[in-house]
């Protein structure tokens, strides 16, 4: 079974891995890691991937906790590079006017995902890329 881990796009940075923290669609279903397919039939927010805020990294929770689960930005821990941002106060709704969106995003042009078939295909060790 191949690891895909979400990697900061700045500095390479492995921020957590998919199968421990699954990211979701705006429905809140996992999303499959190689197709990211996403289960609503009006799939206007295609840039954003979820994450459960009962299933998220520990560093993502303590930035939601220091500003007392309102509103913020997710930060990459190594480059502080913005990679997404979290709003428990608005309750955004789904463009389908059915869901709910997931309260936890991450922006999908600041993170990669990738297999570690391919971070050996492209020479990436330890958050670097090798030369």
């Known amino acids: 079974m191949s690891a895909t ?7 390479r940075k492995v921020l957590f891995l998919h199968q421990d923290f699954p990211l979701l669609d705006r429905h809140g279903n996992e999303i499959d890691k190689y ?3 996403d ?5 206007r927010d295609e840039f954003l991937w979820y994450l459960d805020p009962d299933k998220s990294p520990l ?3 303590s930035s939601v906790e220091e500003v007392g ?7 990459c821990p ?5 990679i997404g941002s979290f709003d428990f106060v608005s309750g955004s709704q789904c463009s389908c006017h059915v869901h709910a969106l997931p309260s ?3 922006v999908k042009a600041k993170v990669d995902v990738l297999s570690t078939q391919s971070v050996a295909l492209l020479g990436i060790s330890d958050g670097k ?3």
């Open 39 to 43: 289960s609503c039939p009006n799939q």
């Open 78 to 82: 190594e480059c502080h590079c913005r």
């Open 5 to 11: 881990s979400v990697r900061c796009k700045k500095c």
């Open 59 to 61: 560093w993502i929770l």
């Open 35 to 37: 197709s990211g397919e």
């Open 129 to 131: 890329q090798s030369v």
């Open 104 to 106: 936890l995003h991450l």
């Open 69 to 75: 689960w309102t509103k913020g930005k997710i930060a």
